[in-house]
Nanobody
Framework: QVQLVESGGGLVQAGGSLRLSCAAS????????MGWFRQAPGKERQFVAA????????YYPDSVKGRFTISRDNAKNTVYLQMNSLKPEDTAVYYC?????????????????????WGQGTQVTVSS
């Protein structure tokens, strides 16, 4: 079992930055690949970023590439999402999630069902 708790959400103006954190407890954190997803009101949950166990490999969709950076500190059992140049369309509840593998296939990497553990989410609101 892995327990995940997100923090760092809030209200920010367009063009601003936020850094989300996800603290993990339970089984060995460094053994899991980690991802961030988001869900806006009335919309499906959307993949945002993923990082492999070492932090060396990452993946982003085009919608956030160049603006968001995922990283992890295995000594602190924490994964981060640095969000820069925020836009109103980034407004959503952001969730971190853990999975056992980091596949080469992006189609597999973005699939929600492959993530076995989820946090409760943190709200990010970007005002125009």
């Amino acid at each position: 079992q892995v327990q995940l708790v997100e923090s760092g959400g809030g209200l920010v103006q367009a063009g601003g930055s936020l850094r989300l954190s996800c603290a993990a407890s339970g089984r060995a954190f460094s053994g899991y690949a980690m991802g961030w997803f988001r869900q806006a009101p009335g919309k499906e949950r959307q993949f945002v970023a993923a990082v492999n166990w070492s932090g060396f490999n990452t993946y982003y969709p085009d919608s956030v590439k160049g603006r968001f950076t995922i990283s992890r500190d295995n000594a602190k059992n924490t994964v981060y999402l640095q969000m820069n140049s925020l836009k109103p369309e980034d407004t959503a509840v952001y969730y971190c999630a853990a999975r056992a593998t980091f596949p080469r296939s992006p189609a597999n990497l973005v699939r929600e069902s492959e993530y076995g553990y989820w946090g409760q989410g943190t709200q990010v609101t970007v005002s125009s």
